[in-house]
């Protein structure tokens, strides 16, 4: 059943101070072991911010690249605005637990009757998220978009005992 989490705390980064305490008694422990923060991860600077604060070596962001499988693409162009956002109330879940193919409500009715569509088994909703496009992106002559100049949080050293 599709639930929305409504506690105080809100569906956004609800893991990362029991992330950093795992993460915190990891390296007590003398272990370099990568430590993943997952749960309500859905923009680029919430994700830097936890990489810069050592809470977490890496973020993991489901149903945000559900709801969107292009926001990193978007943010890294320079297009955050255009970025699908989550909503949280977890109808993909609950498709999940009814074993039915997983979609996002935010775009799974639209264009169902455009060409070449791909349709769910019930022909109900559309497969894939709609592509998304950006005639305003600089194309290198190749065809490979451009590269992202801004910072790389995976290239970020971690400090001594973090
Ligand atoms: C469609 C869907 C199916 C999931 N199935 C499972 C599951 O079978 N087992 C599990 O431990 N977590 C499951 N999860 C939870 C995710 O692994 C993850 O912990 C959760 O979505 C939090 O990350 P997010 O806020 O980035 O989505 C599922 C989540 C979604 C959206
Ligand atoms: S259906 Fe889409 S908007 Fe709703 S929780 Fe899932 S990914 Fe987010």
Redesign the pocket.
Known sequence: MPSIISDAFGPFGRNLEATARVRRAIRGAGHETPVVAAGGIHGFRQAEDILQSATADIIGAA??S??DPDWFKKVRLGRGGDVRS????????GLDQKHKMVT???WDRHGLDETGVRLTPDNKRRALAPQWSYSGARIDADGAEPSYTGPVASSRKPQANE
């Open positions: 149903r945000q559900l709801a989550c909503e949280y109330t977890n109808y993909c879940e996002c409500k935010l």
